[in-house]
């Protein structure tokens, strides 16, 4: 199929502010060449210096969008980001499984850059139950790992250790990231037969809102490209490093990444 013609799905919630969430997402598919589609699970009140309310949509409209993009625009890879509750994972996980999906990148997004909780208690038992079994790839940082697992992560190695605990509730691959530690930027592809650690320079820029929604939907555009998972994620860690790097101010607080550095001749 024709690049920009390969569709890709995001399932997540929408950020009023634009930098990340579905419109990450929708920018990123765009940048890096497929055709962007969404499902939006929840409507968040943010800016760049917070998420400030947060509203979710009701099951029968999130399963009706999935249903209505899988019968007419069947995606050729699926990220699912923000799904706040536990009947939200539930909906999506039933509707997905009437549906051919072969990769499904889950970014287990529970806490914003603010601190504003974006996954309840009560849904994370559902997380690991039914959702990150079900994927591709799960892409947690240190933080949502050490939530995930209840263990802790000081290092590579740790990061190693809880991959593999994560590996083992199910998906095919785990990336863990390690951008909330100190030192280089450090993330960890782990499969059944894969260990592959991706280095790269730790930028000094304030503006990084949207790293994480970035980086996962990233991965799902190279995935539907026909990229194996090793070079996707090698690709999709150079795409989010060098969107950091040219990242710009935008509001008073912590600004977007740039996700169309590529075509911006004034960076």
Not at 4 to 10: A, G, M, Q, V
Not at 219 to 231: E, K, Q, S, W
Request: charged residues 25%.
């Amino acid at each position: 199929m024709e690049k920009y013609k390969i569709p890709t799905l995001t399932i997540a919630g929408s950020d009023s502010s634009g930098g990340a969430g579905i419109q990450a997402d929708l920018k990123t598919f765009s940048a890096i060449g497929t055709y962007g589609m969404s499902v939006i699970t929840a409507i968040t009140a943010q800016n760049t210096h917070g998420v400030f309310l947060v509203e979710d949509l009701s099951k029968e409209i999130i399963q009706k969008q999935i249903e209505v993009v899988f019968d007419d625009i069947p995606p050729k890879a699926v990220k699912i980001g923000m799904v706040s509750s536990p009947e939200i994972i539930k909906v999506i996980v039933d509707t997905l499984n009437k549906y051919e999906t072969n990769y499904l990148v889950v970014d287990p997004v529970m806490i914003s850059k603010s601190g504003y909780s974006l996954l309840k208690p009560e849904a994370k038992e559902n997380l690991i139950k039914y959702l990150i079994p079900k994927a591709y790839i799960v892409t947690p940082n240190t933080l949502e790992a050490e939530e995930i697992t209840g263990m802790k992560i000081e290092n590579v190695e740790d990061m190693k250790i809880v991959g593999e605990k994560i590996l083992n509730l199910g998906p095919k691959y785990v990336l863990m990231k390690g951008g909330h530690l100190d030192g280089d930027a450090v993330d960890v592809l782990i499969g059944k037969d894969i260990f592959e650690v991706y280095k790269s320079e730790r930028l000094n820029r304030k503006n990084t809102h949207g790293t994480g929604c970035t980086l996962s939907s990233a991965i799902t555009a190279y995935l539907a490209l026909g990229y194996n998972i090793v070079d996707a994620v090698s690709n999709a860690k150079k795409y989010i490093t060098d969107a950091i790097r040219y990242s710009f101010d935008i509001g008073s607080g912590v600004g977007p990444v740039h996700h169309f550095y590529k075509f911006d001749e004034n960076k």
